[in-house]
Nanobody, 116 residues
Framework: QVQLVESGGGLVQPGGSLRLSCAVS????????MGWYRQAPGKQRELVAG???????NYADSVKGRFTISTDNAKNTMYLQMNSLKPEDTAVYYC??????????WGQGTQVTVSS
């Protein structure tokens, strides 16, 4: 069973930056897609950023130009660099992996709070 552990969340002021990490228990080459999702109180979980095995990325319109998704295959880790944070970015952030059989795994989530 694949295990994912997020870290790097916290409290940051508007305009600040955070980098989230998702440590994966197995080689990243096993997955066809990986991504970051977030869920704010009272809202549905939404895709923030995704990356394919070929390195193609996609972003929610609300974070384009501010967030960057990346992977480090040597460390079996996925990252989300978040810059110019806004209060509306406040949410629990989750990482997700999916393999060619469409089997998905989720992390436990990390809280990001943007507030002055």
């Amino acid at each position: 069973q694949v295990q994912l552990v997020e870290s790097g969340g916290g409290l940051v002021q508007p305009g600040g930056s955070l980098r989230l990490s998702c440590a994966v228990s197995t080689n990243l080459f096993r997955f066809t897609t990986m991504g970051w999702y977030r869920q704010a109180p009272g809202k549905q979980r939404e895709l923030v950023a995704g990356i394919t095995a070929g390195g193609i990325t996609n972003y929610a319109d609300s974070v384009k130009g501010r967030f960057t998704i990346s992977t480090d295959n040597a460390k079996n880790t996925m990252y989300l660099q978040m810059n110019s944070l806004k209060p509306e970015d406040t949410a629990v952030y989750y990482c997700k992996t999916q393999n060619s059989l469409l089997f998905t795994s989720w992390g436990q989530g990390t809280q990001v709070t943007v507030s002055s």
